[in-house]
């Protein structure tokens, strides 16, 4: 009986395994074949699969220097406010064996070629961030805003210039989008705006591209907003 049992369970879990993926490749095409439809309906050029972040010229922004088995794909690329803007689904891994970790989100990348900023980086403030800063770790808080300060870490090898930049309007913007856990990494003329380990449904894409542009926005002295259509729109 039991050398019934065993074969039965491997043959068991090989399905389990094969359903499993079956399901994935079904899922995935589904998005992308939504997300194409929104892209034409948004004006945006679409690609299923896109080149490494280097190949697209922002392989150097913190973001895309971590991990392994990085993958960008689902991508979409148009002009907004005379803004070259490149939205898409980014997948990466950290660690190896049972410790890794594999992260998958929608990644907002703007092309900043008219308002120049500071390098920076932004995101929420964990728990391994706070016993780093007891051990030296850089994170620039701010006396006046402590929820911001509490919540969020912000990094820059320019912290006057930071300070300059992070006025109380840019403080009491994000301590008010605390739940959406925005990143924010600004590294040259790129300037990159996600939410941790979150990938937006297709329907979804045009409210998180507006979300995005938001914060774009309360970061740029010039203030750079959505124009409505045309551009792109």
């Not at 924010?184 to 979150?198: A, F, N």
Request: with cysteine; hydrophobic share 40%.
């Amino acid at each position: 009986m039991d050398g019934i049992i065993v074969p039965l369970v491997i043959v068991g879990i090989v399905a389990l395994i094969a359903g499993g993926i079956a399901w994935a490749y079904v899922h995935e095409k589904k998005r992308r074949e939504t997300l194409q439809q929104v892209a034409q309906q948004m004006g945006f050029s679409f690609e299923p699969k896109g080149p490494p972040p280097g190949a697209m010229g922002f392989g150097d922004c913190p973001l895309f220097k971590s991990g392994r088995s990085k993958r960008i794909y689902n991508v979409m690329q148009g002009a907004v406010a005379d803004v070259q803007l490149h939205l898409f689904d980014y997948k990466y891994t950290v660690g190896s064996g049972k410790n890794s970790t594999t992260y998958n989100q929608t990644v907002a990348v703007f092309e900043m070629t008219q308002i120049k900023l500071p390098q920076f980086r932004l995101g929420p403030e964990g728990f391994f961030h706070k016993i780093g800063e007891m051990f030296g770790m850089q994170d620039i808080d701010f006396d006046t805003h402590p929820t911001f300060s509490k919540k969020y870490r912000l990094t820059s090898d320019d912290e006057a210039t930071i300070r300059a930049a992070f006025t109380p309007t840019v403080l009491e913007f994000f301590e008010q989008h605390i739940a959406r856990k925005w990143n924010v990494h600004c590294w040259d003329k790129w300037l990159v705006v996600y939410r941790s380990s979150h990938r937006a449904k297709p329907d979804d894409w045009p409210a998180f591209m507006e979300d995005t542009f938001g914060v774009v926005d309360v970061l740029t002295p010039a203030g750079i907003r959505m124009t409505g259509e045309g551009d792109g729109v």
